[in-house]
T-cell receptor
């Protein structure tokens, strides 16, 4: 199984709502990532987890709260979002947090397309 | 901060023509990856280059990593309509971080 799954595929939420995005992989990967991608732009890294611990937080606003309950699951909790947070949210995983020469291939999920009204 | 730029931003080619996208980093890279994202899809890993001056081929795709490890290129020979999509490079700095910075991307359209 070389797949990263994400739910939901689409999400529309109001600025006062609380919602969660979910990501799952069963490849035994120990590094998992959240990216945000606006239309016609590259993916922007938000968070990196390694062995279920937060390794990188790219100064993301606190209205985004990541969680890694176990090595296969990654959540992104959303609260009080702004319309400018509307984007495609991509989850990715890799075998580990990175050697300089080993393969660091990131496997991306299909994404959740989020619209904030 | 680290920036990774790609040129061109867009490229339209006739099917059968060649295509090249160039990736330039403001800092020296440990390694560089290339991804392809089809319209409406997600990034899919193509390759990773590690060594200075490295050249790798995958069928019609040729990838190069510059001698100074600050630039890279992807060349597609005889494009096909299945090559349509956005090609991103993603570079990792030589030290201090485990993250990859994605380049600005080159969107390729292939006209049949």
């Amino acid at each position: 199984d070389t797949e990263v799954t994400q739910t939901p595929k689409h999400l529309v939420m109001g600025m006062t709502n609380k919602k969660s995005l979910k990501c799952e992989q069963h490849m035994g990967h120990r590094a998992m990532y959240w990216y945000k991608q606006k239309a016609k732009k590259p993916p922007e890294l938000m968070f990196v987890y390694s062995y279920e611990k937060l390794s990188i937080n790219e100064s993301v606003p606190s209205r985004f709260s990541p969680e890694c309950p176990n090595s296969s699951l990654l959540n992104l909790h959303l609260h009080a979002l702004q319309p400018e947070d509307s984007a495609l949210y991509l989850c990715a995983s890799s075998t580990g947090l990175l050697s300089s020469s080993g393969s660091n291939e990131q496997f991306f999920g299909p994404g959740t397309r989020l619209t904030v009204l | 901060g680290q920036q990774v730029m790609q040129i061109p931003q867009y490229q339209h080619v006739q099917e059968g023509e060649d295509f090249t996208t160039y990736c330039n980093s403001s800092t020296t890279l440990s390694n560089i990856q290339w991804y392809k994202q089809r319209p409406g899809g997600h990034p899919v890993f193509l390759i990773q280059l590690v060594k200075s001056g490295e050249v790798k081929k995958q069928k019609r795709l040729t990838f190069q990593f510059g001698e100074a490890k600050k630039n890279s290129s992807l060349h597609i020979t005889a494009t096909q309509t299945t090559d349509v999509g956005t090609y991103f490079c993603a570079g990792r700095k030589t030290s201090g971080t485990y993250k990859y910075i994605f380049g600005t991307g080159t969107r390729l359209k292939v006209l049949a």
